[in-house]
């Protein structure tokens, strides 16, 4: 059985698994037989998800609350899952959000401070106290950017920030810890449906219409699902063994062709 299992007995750590792409990807990896560390803010949805996917396996998982703008908490997260498992393969940097479109004159300079400790600052924290690790197994890591990093984003100057210094950051992480056969990957989601998405859309004032367009805005004609996020992270773990400093586009086609882009009339 262990032939057809991509990840058997690797040791993954997951931040933001309880819900929406972190979700995806901690089923994954539990679907191709790895020990799965993930962690969430507040315990519900991740105790649940725990309790599902270890009545599944053939992997196994285990929860732990932790909240990723507290450096302390990363440390923890990183402690516990050698302390439970031994060794660390893979860190999956996910836990991240994208705060209500607004123009600049109503985010304040707290607002952007708080969202790059978030979505920015934890990513480096992570990878920082998980390399050790990481360099003692030959393992990777995978952060999750955004496709709007590249291609920028209305009304969304800090969070399209944070995501083109993730994308960035991997770059950079990719050529440093190449000497120790450490792979640094990102994964460039455009819509995927999820809580986070579905809580935007119903600030919009008409859910419909902005999921309709969210789905238009792919080629293929849809939105990215959970899964299809957790098959990319698989593939990067195990397959993409001659991938570093890779910025997977995850986004339909969503990037391409010309469409109506003028705010103007
Ligand atoms: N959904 C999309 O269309 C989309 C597109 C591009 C990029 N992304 C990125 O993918 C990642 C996941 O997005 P999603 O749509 O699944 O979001 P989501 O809000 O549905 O899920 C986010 C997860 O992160 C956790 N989390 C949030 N803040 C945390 C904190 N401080 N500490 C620990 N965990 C925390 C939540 O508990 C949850 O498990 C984010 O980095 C997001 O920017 C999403």
């Excluded at 479109?101 to 998980?130: G, M, Q």
């Excluded at 995501?163 to 810890?177: L, P, Q, R």
């Excluded at 449906?193 to 859309?201: D, N, S």
């Amino acid at each position: 059985m262990s032939d057809t299992l991509r990840y058997c007995d690797k040791v993954v750590i997951v931040t933001g698994g309880s819900q929406g792409i972190g979700k995806g990807i901690v089923r994954s990896f539990v679907e191709n037989g790895a020990k799965v560390v993930f962690c969430a803010i507040g315990s519900d949805a991740g105790r649940s998800l725990e309790a599902e996917l270890n009545g599944q396996g053939p992997g196994e998982c285990l929860f732990t609350a932790c909240d990723v703008t507290k450096e302390e908490e990363i440390q923890e997260l990183v402690s516990t899952t050698v302390r439970r498992f031994g060794q660390i393969d893979c860190l999956v940097n996910n836990a991240g959000w994208h705060p209500p479109h607004k123009p600049i004159d109503d985010i304040t300079a707290d607002d952007f401070r708080y969202l790059l400790n978030l979505n920015l600052v934890s990513y480096f924290l992570a990878a920082k106290y998980a390399l050790p690790h990481l360099r003692r197994s030959q393992g990777n890591v995978i952060n999750l950017s955004s496709l709007v990093g590249t291609i920028g984003q209305k009304d969304a100057v800090s969070y399209v920030a944070t995501k083109g210094a993730i994308t960035a950051m991997t770059k950079a992480m990719a050529i440093d810890e190449s000497r120790y056969k450490v792979r640094v990957n990102c994964i460039s989601p455009g819509n995927v449906m999820t809580p986070l998405w579905g809580a935007l859309a119903a600030q919009s004032g008409d859910m419909a219409t902005t999921i309709k367009a969210g789905e238009n805005a792919q080629l293929i004609g849809r939105m990215g699902t959970e899964a299809e996020c957790g098959l990319a992270a698989v593939f990067l773990a195990a397959d993409a063994t001659f991938c570093t400093g890779v910025d997977l586009l995850l986004s339909g086609g969503a990037e391409l062709n010309y469409g109506h882009k003028s705010q103007i009339g």
